[in-house]
């Protein structure tokens, strides 16, 4: 919706930001197992959605899977 700085509406771009947080999150961690502590416990603070249907019929379902995907499992997906 571009809402957010810097006003992008690309949805392309938006996946590719996506999977490069991702990325450079397990980069991350591997690093700091690596260089500081194998056992070193790391975690990652995600503002997730809460997404609901607005009714049973099938367009809201399959909306609100969508946003969901969109939303959060594009970031829960890789690490959980």
Request: hydrophobic fraction near 45%.
């Amino acid at each position: 919706s571009g809402v957010h700085a810097p006003g992008r509406t690309d949805p392309v771009a938006a996946l590719r930001a996506a999977h490069h947080l991702n990325l450079a999150h397990g980069l991350a961690v591997q690093a700091l197992r690596d260089r500081v502590r194998a056992d070193a416990q790391v975690s990652v603070t995600l503002n997730v959605h809460h997404v609901r249907p607005l009714s049973g019929g099938d367009g809201d379902v399959d909306a609100a899977r969508r946003i969901d995907a969109l939303a959060n499992r594009v970031f829960t997906g890789p690490m959980l």
